[in-house]
């Protein structure tokens, strides 16, 4: 089966196939280019930190760093991913809230290894006992680096808010100490067994690697055996979504005193989430009225920006702003008058500028491929080529502005946090 999906530029046309065992391979069509780094991805589709089971809060985490412990051929993550990484390529991981994703990067004529490292990786793991105990001694290591930043503990406040409690949904994926703690060689291997199949797996191949004479068939030998099962889809939750309040939170761990504004919304609440998503954007834009404001205001700020993230049960907008708690109150005025105020010429000089900095960003194969996987591996498609085009060149400002219009009737959740 094949089915094309078509992004903008000649450089993001994909097509859609399936291998002999149901695995989804995204493949970029052939390109002429200079540019000979390759671009391949195979992620498992629902399978992250809210599969992970009762009492053990980390394990899918977890079981992505055991996967690069060897395999039955190579008995360490050296001679594993050595055929890779010695010629000057990139392997990695990811897990997050509903994936899981291992991922290659390197020159074309080097694609035979990079299918090998990852068949490998995800196909024939070996949970050696010395490999589960190292490895919870390091990711104990990470979880206190990343508490000892701050702003993790801020998000974990928001998260706390707005999940049910016990769910994975929006947790950090890589756990707490205790159930990092309680994870054996046996939990890790169900685990496995459960989720780490063609049923949830998908490949994405792009770059030069699509140059590759008979990508598929290669494709088809190395993960055309991978076990079968049941696709286990993404998890669903109802979230609080209709609190809102202002919150003082005080912990020495912090590191540097700051303030974030969150609004909340039902996944899709607007039709196209898209005028959302810009809005904010133009916000953290470099050349906004707001980082304008917040610059001219000497020492008012240390760093700020402006995001928003999809999940599958919600959209959260955010802004987050590191300054002195006697900040606090002219920030958020700042703030909320550069919302209300935001104009269409401010948005139509974003949407140009934004225009030319994608435009540079297709001239390269590997990065519309790149790009394109992340719209896979969060929406599980590829935007059709008028859609992007719509959304790139006549996107309607008159839209974005009613959302924010929308935004400003809405109560958000504010944070003040200090670390002291």
Not at 204 to 209: E, L, P, Q, V, Y
Not at 315 to 336: G, H, K, R, Y
């Amino acid at each position: 089966m094949n089915e094309k999906y078509q992004r903008l530029w000649d450089t993001a046309q994909f097509d859609l196939h399936y291998l002999s065992n149901g695995i989804k391979v995204w493949l970029q069509r052939p390109v002429i280019t200079v540019d000979r780094r390759g671009y391949l991805s195979v992620f498992f589709e629902g399978v992250g930190s809210t599969k992970d089971f009762p009492g053990y809060e980390g394990l899918a985490h977890y079981l992505e760093h055991m996967l690069f412990h060897g395999s039955h051929v190579c008995s360490s993550e050296e001679e594993l991913t050595g055929p890779v990484l010695k010629k000057g390529g990139i392997v990695n991981a990811e897990t997050n809230f509903d994936f899981t994703e291992f991922y290659v990067e390197t020159n074309s004529r080097y694609f035979l290894e990079a299918v090998e490292v990852l068949g490998r990786l995800v196909q024939e793991p070996i949970f050696s006992a010395n490999g589960v105990e190292n490895e919870r001694k390091i990711i104990l290591q990470e979880f206190n680096q990343r508490r000892s930043t701050g702003l993790n503990l801020v998000h974990q406040h928001i998260i706390d808010f707005i999940s049910p409690k016990g769910s994975g949904f929006m947790r950090r994926s890589i756990g707490f100490p205790n159930s990092i703690r309680r994870v054996t060689r046996e939990v890790l291997l169900d685990f496995y067994n459960e989720y780490f199949h063609s049923g949830n797996a998908n490949i994405i191949c792009g770059g030069d690697f699509s140059n590759v004479p008979n990508v598929l068939g290669i494709l088809e030998k190395v993960f055309g055996d991978m076990r079968r099962g049941n696709r286990c889809g993404i998890s669903k939750y109802e979230i609080n979504f209709e609190g809102g309040g202002t919150f003082d939170l005080k912990d020495r761990r912090y590191g540097r005193d700051g303030l974030g504004v969150n609004y909340i919304f039902p996944h899709q609440a607007f039709e196209d989430g898209k005028p959302l998503q810009f809005l904010f954007e133009c916000l953290n834009w470099s050349s906004s009225s707001l980082r304008l404001k917040l610059r001219n205001k000497k020492n008012l700020i240390y760093s700020m920006g402006a995001d928003i993230g999809y999940q599958p049960n919600l959209d959260a907008a955010n802004f987050e702003c590191f300054t002195s708690p006697n900040n606090f109150s002219e920030v958020l005025e700042i703030f909320f008058e550069a919302l209300s105020k935001l104009t269409e010429a401010e948005l139509d000089e974003y949407n140009e500028s934004k225009k030319r900095e994608i435009e540079q960003c297709f001239l390269l194969p590997i990065g519309a491929c790149k790009d394109a996987a992340q719209e896979i591996i969060s929406h599980g498609r590829i935007y059709s080529f008028r859609e992007i085009e719509v959304m790139g060149n006549n996107l309607n400002m008159g839209t974005v502005l009613k959302v924010r219009d929308e935004l400003l009737k809405k109560k958000p959740i504010i944070f003040k946090f200090r670390k002291s």
